[in-house]
């Protein structure tokens, strides 16, 4: 065989490598509007939220962040800094049922009377207990201020926010259910969350895939390319 026919059969093996590489994401994640009907000390209220959830590998689990991009309420009276104190629930479909309790900060500023109460970023701990592709979902949405407590509940079955392909203690993969592995945890504001333990994996669907799986399709071609040269150097050794 020439050396051009080795050399073009090399860079041929080294783009599909990438090409099979980059077919398998491990995570996706979209922004999911929710429509919230919250019971109130003072009647029903509700609004439209878009709710994106992040996951953060983290040990042997993986660190949650809840974020609203609108409010969902308000009050009728100004609530103080650090009058408010939300949480809520995420559900778990897929591989595994169940539900993880996240939590926020109280509010770090005064809420003006009659204005969409914003809620500060929910976080929780998940600690998968089966393996598989496993949603997370936008749940019911708790906020407690000045004695009172308001619930907020999805109206419109929304969609998963996030679905994760998790490794579970066990490494089974036939479902069931969680709640004991799952924790809530205070979160210090900001839409990405923190990153402890292992490194954060994909977390915004395509874009961030993307980056990660061009770098191991980069070294599948690094390594065609070494191939190429090696044959081309052993094609003029046997002509010389």
């Known amino acids: 065989m020439s050396n051009q026919k080795r050399t073009t059969l090399a860079l041929a093996a080294a783009l599909a490598g990438s090409i099979v590489v980059a077919g398998a994401p491990a995570a996706h994640a979209e922004v999911v509007d929710v429509n919230y009907q919250c019971v109130t000390p003072i009647g029903p209220k509700g609004a439209v939220s878009p709710i994106d959830i992040k996951g953060v590998r983290s040990g042997d689990g993986y660190k949650l962040t809840m974020s609203f991009q609108k409010g969902v309420s308000s009050s009728p009276v100004e609530l103080g800094k650090g009058a408010m104190n939300p949480s809520a629930v995420i559900e778990l479909g897929g591989a595994e049922q169940g539900k993880v309790q996240v ?62 392909d998790v490794q579970g203690a066990g490494g089974s993969s036939d479902g069931g259910s969680t709640d004991g592995g799952s924790t ?45 040269l090696w044959l081309t150097r052993r094609g003029q050794r046997s002509a010389g």
Do not use: H, M, Q, W
């Not at 998968?128 to 004695?147: C, E, H, Q, R």
């Not at 907020?152 to 079955?157: A, G, M, Q, R, V």
């Open 184 to 228: 809530g945890g205070a979160s210090t504001g900001g839409s990405t969350g923190g990153a402890s333990g292992g490194g954060e994996l994909p977390r915004t669907g395509p874009l961030d895939s993307a980056a990660a799986l061009g770098t191991l399709g980069g070294t599948v071609l690094l390594t065609g390319a070494a191939g190429v």
């Open 103 to 164: 939590t926020g900060p109280a509010n770090s500023e005064a809420i003006p009377a009659n204005t969409p109460i914003k809620i500060s970023d929910l976080s929780g701990t998940y600690t998968p207990k089966k393996s598989g592709k496993v949603t997370f979902t936008a749940g019911v949405l708790t906020i407690k201020a000045l004695g009172t407590t308001t619930t907020c509940t999805p109206k419109n079955s929304p969609g998963p926010s996030l679905e994760l």
